[in-house]
């Protein structure tokens, strides 16, 4: 069973571009998370999609990240404008539909912007 | 908000040397403690999850022990391969919220 694969594996940014990041979760997972951890501290929760909906996005640092999952499949994160500060690693994770579920994470994705 | 702190930040054993590493949490509502394993420049790998006080897990060289207020990761006889960063992380709350929130981790090193 492939587990969950994120693209790219790194992505280095200038102050005010635009970077898409890319999630595909186990087959038949429901649920997919982003987390980021920024250098230095721990792994945070950004948002929970089931299926296409999301269902928690407490965890969005400002409007300038977008996620979406079209089609309850592959979800992407858009970061426009970037800025120094979301200097990190993103990682997403899938899980089935149950009350407590384990998580699986994938490599993540080093974002660097200069 | 719910808070998770692991100690030792970093612990270096001898190959042979068995260890604890500790993992205190303040949750409103614990549904599920979770222990992973993170090798440099890879994703976090499940290993596993408690939901009660009293509960354990054995997984080869690990085993995993939950009380009201902190689960415990013991490492018997470690081996270099062991090395990596643990982390812990706890899922709390009511309703479809199922966020996981982290500690800092535990990096261990074994040395042969």
């Known amino acids: 069973e492939a587990g969950v694969t994120q693209f790219p594996s790194h992505s280095v940014i200038e102050k005010g571009q635009t970077v898409t990041l890319r999630c595909d979760p186990i087959s038949g997972h429901d649920n997919l998370y982003w987390y980021r951890r920024v250098m230095g501290k721990e792994i945070k929760f950004l948002l929970h999609f089931v299926k296409e909906s999301k269902q928690d996005e407490s965890g969005m640092p400002n409007n300038r990240f977008l996620a979406e999952r079209t089609g309850g499949t592959y979800s992407t994160l858009k970061v426009q404008p970037a800025e120094l500060e979301d200097s990190g690693v993103y990682f997403c994770?899938?899980?089935?539909?149950?009350?407590?579920?384990?998580?699986?994470f994938g490599p993540g994705t080093r974002l660097t912007v200069t | 908000e719910d808070q998770v702190t692991q100690s030792p930040e970093a612990l270096r054993l001898q190959e042979g040397e068995s260890s604890s590493l500790n993992c205190s949490y303040t949750v409103s509502g614990l549904r599920g403690l979770f222990w992973y394993r993170q090798d440099p420049g890879k994703g976090p790998e499940f290993l596993f999850t408690l939901y009660s006080a009293g509960e354990e897990k054995e997984k080869e060289r690990l085993k995993a022990t939950l009380t009201k207020k902190e689960s415990f990761l013991h490492i018997t006889a470690p081996k270099p391969e062991d090395s990596a960063t643990y982390l812990c992380a706890v899922q709390a709350g009511l309703g479809a919220n199922s966020k996981l929130t982290f500690g800092k981790g535990i990096t261990l090193s074994v040395r042969p």
């Open positions: 994770a899938s899980s089935q539909a149950r009350v407590v579920d384990e998580q699986y």
